[in-house]
């Protein structure tokens, strides 16, 4: 089963997808939060032993996402739901499905930046998997860096490191 990915270095917090969703659902199963400057979409990532699928007292909670018909809006799956990525709205639990009956996700296509795309997991396992073996193998490109940038690298993350302790 693919996944969305999110990558919120790349988020500029347009809100672009959160829109698409609304429009395709009446409520938007994507939320972006900004924490410190960055911006962070959430999003159900569809967890295998799902603790809102587990507590539903009316086992509205699916495979395939709500089911809005024996949905009491009771708010316990938004309450255990691990990445807050449950909303209740008009007294029923809302949460992405990945959009199964289109092509593509909305919430992919309304990004512009490009920081959501749909991965299967087992190809990036085995991508990761190939690039960590050609590293180890020195079949892969190697990056020399010289002292000179090393020594600035580890200058720079120490004043990081002083720095939070001092914004303590």
């Known amino acids: 089963m693919e996944k969305i990915l999110i990558q919120p270095d790349i988020c500029d917090g347009c809100l ?10 009446g409520t938007s199963r994507i939320m972006v939060r900004e924490v410190e400057g960055s911006f962070y979409p ?3 990532q569809h967890c295998e032993d799902a603790p809102c699928k587990l507590i539903c007292p009316t086992e509205a909670v699916g495979e395939e996402g709500i089911d809005e018909a024996k949905c009491i809006g ?4 938004m309450m255990v739901c691990p990445f807050g990525s449950i909303a209740i709205h008009e007294r029923k639990a809302h949460k992405c499905t990945q959009c199964p009956d289109q092509d593509t996700p909305a919430c992919i296509k309304a ?3 490009r920081a959501i795309a749909l991965v299967d997991p087992e190809k990036l396992k085995l991508e990761k998997q ?11 490109k190697k ?3 010289s002292q000179f940038v090393n020594i600035l ?16």
């Open 111 to 113: 990004c512009s930046k």
């Open 16 to 25: 672009d997808c959160e829109e698409a969703c609304n429009q395709v659902y």
């Open 143 to 145: 990056q020399k860096r």
């Open 42 to 44: 959430i999003i159900c």
């Open 74 to 77: 009771c708010g316990l799956c």
């Open 153 to 168: 690298t580890s200058n720079t993350r120490a004043k990081k490191v002083l720095h939070k302790e001092d914004s303590r």
């Open 130 to 140: 190939k690039q960590y073996l050609e590293r180890l193998s020195g079949m892969g």
